[in-house]
């Protein structure tokens, strides 16, 4: 198996569990995924080409080195020879935006936690009226949470503030009023 961008953490993980200490030994950003609920949680909505996002490290960096550990480094250059257009590719998706007025915004900061957070914000984003939405303030680009809401038929818009502080806005799409 080569990993790629566009593959899933928790499916290079199953095949290769020795892979989770080196990619939490790539960025210091990664510190707070040795918790175990979190981990699991992030590597199921998380691919590669996110983690590279989050953690700030360039993708092909991660790739060459988590398939240079399984041995792969060689079929990575088949599959994927030009880095550069694979994250031009990635990079080119377009974040939902909105222009929304709310009539309430719940501020929720996940900085300094550490513990299993998830259940807490999925509470709060289903009880969510039309008019209101929850800010999500972290210190990364919480993609995977973003590509849970999705699947929950969620919107969001993500601002980053500076290089360790993002804000997402989680809000029912207009469409949807039955969450």
């Not at 953490?9 to 892979?19: N, Q």
């Not at 994927?80 to 719940?106: G, M, Q």
């Not at 957070?117 to 209101?132: A, C, D, H, N, Y």
């Amino acid at each position: 198996m080569v990993i790629l961008a566009d593959t899933r953490v928790k499916t290079a993980l199953d095949r290769h569990p020795e892979l989770k200490d080196v990619l939490l030994a790539l960025s210091p950003k990664f510190k707070k995924l040795n918790n175990p609920l979190l981990f699991k949680a992030v590597s199921h909505w998380a691919t590669f080409h996110d983690v590279s996002k989050i953690g700030g490290i360039p993708i092909c960096h991660i790739l060459h080195t988590l398939n240079r550990e399984i041995g792969a480094e060689l079929e990575l250059f088949q599959r994927a020879p030009e880095c550069s257009k694979e994250i031009a590719a990635l990079n080119s998706e377009n974040e939902p935006e909105t222009d929304r007025v709310f009539t309430r915004v719940i501020p929720f900061d996940v900085r300094e936690r550490e513990d299993y957070f998830l259940p807490e914000i999925t509470q709060k984003v289903k009880s969510l009226k039309e008019s209101e939405a929850l800010r999500v303030i972290s210190d990364f680009d919480p993609i995977p949470l973003k590509r849970m809401m999705e699947s929950m038929d969620f919107s969001y818009s993500t601002d980053m503030i500076h290089e360790d502080l993002y804000e997402t806005l989680i809000f029912q799409n207009p469409s949807t009023t039955d969450h």
